[in-house]
Each structure stands twice: as structure tokens, then as C-alpha cells.
T-cell receptor, first 117, second 111 residues
Framework: DTGVSQDPRHKITKRGQNVTFRCDPI?????LYWYRQTLGQGPEFLTY????????KSRLLSDRFSAERPKGSFSTLEIQRTEQGDSAMYLC???????????????FGPGTRLTVL | RKEVEQDPGPFNVPEGATVAFNCTYS??????FFWYRQDCRKEPKLLMS???SGNEDGRFTAQLNRASQYISLLIRDSKLSDSATYLC????????????FGKGTTLSVSS
């Protein structure tokens, strides 16, 4: 399977614990995005990387959230001191973008479903 | 006001019906427009881009009216397999990074 992969697929944690999710984009895709989706809502943008540089962060990304893409390949999203409101599906997407004025399709992974008890 | 608003749905239609989804966006600087499809408990997948001149892909037709900030999706001859949530999506900046999604409209096609 050469699509976007995410790990784990499901995570149940207690309030106050830290969690980390991993995303492996499609090989050679230079952009990687994180979104969050709650029940009945569309995905909401969190942040994106161009290669290893984090270029944009949503105001939704509080100080408890941190994302990295150290070698420009896979990415991790860490949530510290989880709260019940963090319960959601965390989606990763990637795209191959060369022309700044042309939006290349974003391909989504299956997501990590987080439940905070 | 939400940046992207869609018909609340759900839409329940019989096979063979024609169904139309509407979407409005609030930011007049929006640059690119899309319809994504999301099956239950699956990830969103691009259905089609939407161009000012309107575009068609088989049974699916998308229209964009920039003056009214309105996007539509028409599905003709609905199939059972069309049952899904349809998400209206826009981007704001020219680099087209963050996708801004509507809440989605759920379609259920029955036999």
C-alpha cells in the first residue's frame, strides 16, 4: 500500500496523559498536513510542513500540541496533558506541490481516533 | 458565520434520482474549490475540483459562482454507491495550503 499511513489507528487515554501519533506520507510528497475531525463536523486544519519546515499553524493548535517532521519524511503529532475536548479523529494528508500557485491534491490517511477518558 | 456552509441534510433519495448540494463560502479571497467525499468512518477523498466555467465528471457536475460565493454539486442517476458525506472545500491563500471544509451533507441512496 503506497498511500498515507497513520499509527496507531485508535488510542484511548486518560485525561492528563501525553499521546503521540505518527504519519507516514506518500513517498516523495513534500507537503504534510494535520487535520482534526470531530463527529458531525468537517476536518479542521491544524498545521502543515513543507519538507521539514513547519510553515503554518492554526490557532486551534494550542501550546499542548506540537508537531514535527524532522527529516522531511514522517511526522509526529504530540498532545500533552490531554483533555476530553481533544477526543477526535486526527487526520494526516500529504501532497506533492511544486508550483506555488497550483494546489495539488491532498491525499488523506485513515486517521487516528483519539478517545480521552 | 462559518467560513464554509452547506445544506444540513441528510438527503434520502431513491436510486436514479438527481440530487443537488449547495455550499456558500464567506471569504471572497477564496482561491480554489473542491468537493470531497467521505464514506462512513473513512478518510475524505477528492471527488472533483470546481472551476469557474463549471465542470462535469460523468454523473457529477460542479458549478462555481464567485459573485455569489456559491458552489454546487449535482449528482444525476444516483447509485447506491453514492451514499456518503459530501464535503465542500475551499482554500484561501494562493499557495493553497490549508483546506477549509464545510460540515458536510450526508446522502443516502436507497433501492
Amino acid at each position: 500500500d503506497t498511500g498515507v499511513s497513520q499509527d496507531p489507528r485508535h488510542k484511548i487515554t486518560k485525561r492528563g496523559q501525553n499521546v503521540t501519533f505518527r504519519c507516514d506520507p506518500i513517498s516523495e510528497h513534500n507537503r504534510l498536513y494535520w487535520y482534526r475531525q470531530t463527529l458531525g463536523q468537517g476536518p479542521e486544519f491544524l498545521t502543515y510542513f513543507q519538507n521539514e519546515a513547519q510553515l503554518e499553524k492554526s490557532r486551534l493548535l494550542s501550546d499542548r500540541f506540537s508537531a514535527e517532521r524532522p527529516k522531511g519524511s514522517f511526522s509526529t503529532l504530540e498532545i500533552q496533558r490531554t483533555e476530553q475536548g481533544d477526543s477526535a479523529m486526527y487526520l494526516c494528508a500529504s501532497s506533492l506541490t511544486r508550483d506555488r500557485t497550483f494546489l495539488n491534491e491532498q491525499f488523506f490517511g485513515p486517521g487516528t481516533r483519539l478517545t480521552v477518558l | 458565520r462559518k467560513e464554509v456552509e452547506q445544506d444540513p441534510g441528510p438527503f434520502n433519495v431513491p436510486e436514479g434520482a438527481t440530487v443537488a448540494f449547495n455550499c456558500t463560502y464567506s471569504n471572497s479571497a477564496s482561491q480554489s474549490f473542491f468537493w470531497y467525499r467521505q464514506d462512513c468512518r473513512k478518510e475524505p477523498k477528492l471527488l472533483m475540483s470546481v472551476y469557474s466555467s463549471g465542470n462535469e465528471d460523468g454523473r457529477f457536475t460542479a458549478q462555481l459562482n464567485r459573485a455569489s460565493q456559491y458552489i454546487s454539486l449535482l449528482i444525476r442517476d444516483s447509485k447506491l454507491s453514492d451514499s456518503a458525506t459530501y464535503l465542500c472545500v475551499v482554500t484561501v491563500n494562493q499557495a493553497g495550503t490549508a483546506l477549509i471544509f464545510g460540515k458536510g451533507t450526508t446522502l443516502s441512496v436507497s433501492s
